[in-house]
């Protein structure tokens, strides 16, 4: 299903890929606001998810460029996700990737959360603009794998951040200043986990028309493999008034039934969901440099894979906890969840402030 501006100067383009039985991406295209939705959760939950990230999205979303105000729009579309699970809509531990730009001329406002990508394309030569939210984008920074090695990473997708888990989600919002002429990309991990930055950047700098370019990438993402749904959207940037907000054109990919589905792929996608969703249910309290530090997720690793998330530092001293509890934070005390986790440091802060003939000479500040 395909989108294309009439005077050809952006493009969107979905497809189901060639190993998924249905397509739970989305992805707007709405100038001044473009964006695209990898929605997670299987059975159908991951079609909810992005669906209704991206309608929550394109009500909330400013007029104008504006990161901080567009980060709020992302914010809300969270917001969204998580209300739509506990209203029924979908199910609990749906989620959704986000990276969304609003465009005035060249000047580009980006919000982002998760794995998918805003590439720019600047004289013939690409380069990433936002960062992955992922585990192994994470491998990747601290040097334990290389980009090449993600690839067929058995948990490459794993989200570390998505729409849908924490209402105090964290989205990554800022400017670029871009110029006359280049041309930007938003796309889904089916292109970018198929086809590496050479690959984009060659068919991105050959192929004038974005709607062409947007076929051709889908074509040779799915010539790769298809192993995931594919979503792109291609925009040259032009200097001048933003376009008008027109009506919608948001579009989604109606469910498509292939022939054949190598389930053993989808199979890899949903345990490491599952792991993911698992993880993020849970947390835990532990030391770190000394303080006590609430985490998401599960303590240690498993098989070299971290799965845990800080969620807030705290200035309290382990040492001022009762000794009790000190060794406990020490080795990685589980809670039950993250409110649980949050009572407990309010706690510890209580007894710190109000109650210092307990622990006397342990006070710091
Ligand atoms: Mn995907």
């Known amino acids: 299903m395909s989108v294309f501006s009439e005077r050809p100067r952006w493009a969107g383009l979905t497809d189901v890929g060639k190993v998924r039985s249905a397509n739970e991406d989305a992805f707007v295209v709405e100038p001044p606001l473009f964006a695209v939705a990898d929605g997670l959760g299987g059975h159908q939950a991951g079609e909810v998810a992005s669906e209704v990230a991206t309608d929550a999205l394109l009500d909330a979303a400013p007029k104008r460029a504006d990161a901080v105000a567009l980060g709020r729009a992302v914010i809300s579309a969270n917001r969204a996700v998580i209300k739509a699970a506990r209203d029924g809509r979908g199910r609990s531990g749906m989620g959704t990737t986000m990276t969304a730009v609003m465009t005035q001329g060249t000047r580009l406002a980006v919000a982002h959360v998760g794995d998918s990508r805003a590439y720019l394309l600047h004289e013939g ?96 993402a799915n010539d790769a493999g298809g192993q995931d749904n594919i979503t ?67 303590p240690g690793e498993f098989a070299g894979i971290t799965l845990h998330w800080k969620v807030e530092e ?52």
């Open 232 to 298: 792109v959207v291609v925009v040259d940037l032009a200097e001048g008034e933003p376009d008008a907000r027109r009506p919608s054109r948001r579009m989604r990919a109606t469910l498509a039934m292939l022939a054949w589905v190598v389930a053993a792929l989808a199979v890899v996608g949903a345990g490491a969901w599952g792991a993911y969703a698992y993880a993020q249910s849970r947390a835990f309290i532990a030391e770190e440099g000394g303080r006590v530090v609430l985490y998401r997720g599960l």
């Open 125 to 220: 030569v690409l380069s990433r603009i936002t960062e992955d939210h992922s585990l192994v984008a994470e491998m990747i920074r601290g040097g334990e794998i290389t980009e090449r090695e993600s690839r067929f990473h058995p948990m490459r997708s794993v989200i570390t951040r998505a729409l849908g888990s924490d209402a105090r989600l964290e989205v990554d919002a800022f400017d670029v200043q871009a110029e006359q002429g280049d041309r930007l990309l938003l796309c889904t991990d089916g292109l970018h986990g198929m086809l590496d930055d050479d690959r984009i950047q060659a068919v991105l700098a050959s192929l004038t028309d974005p709607g062409e370019a947007a076929r051709t990438l889908i074509d040779a």
């Open 314 to 365: 705290t200035d309290i001293p382990v040492a001022s906890l009762r000794p009790n509890d000190a060794s406990r934070v020490r080795g990685g005390w589980a809670v039950d969840d993250i409110d649980a986790g949050r009572a407990l440091l309010d706690k510890y802060r209580r007894d710190l402030g109000g109650a210092p003939e307990s622990f006397p000479a342990t006070t710091t500040q």
